[in-house]
Antibody
Framework: QVQLVESGGGVVQPGGSLRLSCAAS????????MHWVRQAPGKGLEWVAY????????HYADSVKGRFTISRDNSKNTLYLQMNSLRAEDTAVYYC??????????????WGQGTTVTVSS | EIVLTQSPGTLSLSPGERATLSCRAS???????LAWYQQKPGQAPRLLIY???SRATGIPDRFSGSGSGTDFTLTISRLEPEDFAVYYC????????FGQGTKVEIK
């Protein structure tokens, strides 16, 4: 079945780095754009980053621009999020999500279960 | 950045009642780019509605979306026990944004 499985979360000190992974299965990963979305404890959803199917034109939220890098390895069906210079406000559950497109309409139709990142000293 | 404001923050209703959730955008949003998601505690969000009014695969027809421009609505015609959750609207521009969510709770 179509599935996304995140990994790589954990506890890191402020200023530290972490790399998240998202393993995709059940669909042609190399054909779809992918997103990272996060959710701070008790808060709403915040879009973080997007990468097209071919890894070219990436987009980032202003809150992470210059600190986070989204990438993908289509040969491994895996999406990544490299997070540097982490701050307390980056503490959240991080979800990867698959781009949905139908007739010019857009959304995110497949989500992983999330991986938790805690930035704390 | 397009800001989405959802109202009310919390909706207290009984099973079988109708739920009407609002999403207002700070500037006009193409209907193609307006989606709704449902999230239950401890779970990932689930796509309900895309293109403002089209139901995603497997979504019951008691869920419907409408609206255009800056005002969008999600309606649940008759609440089932499994519908009590938090609902988010989203605009899918170059920088997607989500509303702050509406919690539908059991009265």
């Amino acid at each position: 079945q179509v599935q996304l499985v995140e990994s790589g979360g954990g506890v890191v000190q402020p200023g530290g780095s972490l790399r998240l992974s998202c393993a995709a299965s059940g669909f042609t990963f190399s054909s779809y754009g992918m997103h990272w979305v996060r959710q701070a404890p008790g808060k709403g959803l915040e879009w973080v980053a997007y990468i097209p199917y071919d890894g070219t034109n990436k987009h980032y939220a202003d809150s992470v621009k210059g600190r986070f890098t989204i990438s993908r390895d289509n040969s491994k069906n895996t999406l990544y999020l490299q997070m540097n210079s982490l701050r307390a406000e980056d503490t959240a559950v991080y979800y990867c999500a698959k781009l949905f497109e139908s007739g010019g309409n857009y959304g995110m139709d497949v989500w992983g279960q999330g991986t938790t990142v805690t930035v704390s000293s | 950045e397009i800001v989405l404001t959802q109202s009310p923050g919390t909706l207290s209703l009984s099973p079988g009642e109708r739920a009407t959730l609002s999403c207002r955008a700070s500037q006009s949003v193409s209907s193609n780019y307006l989606a709704w998601y449902q999230q239950k505690p401890g779970q990932a969000p689930r796509l309900l509605i895309y293109g403002a009014s089209s139901r995603a695969t497997g979504i019951p027809d008691r869920f419907s979306g409408s609206g255009s421009g800056t005002d969008f609505t999600l309606t649940i015609s008759r609440l089932e026990p499994e519908d009590f959750a938090v609902y988010y609207c989203q605009q899918y521009g170059t920088s997607p944004t989500f509303g702050q969510g509406t919690k539908v709770e059991i009265k």
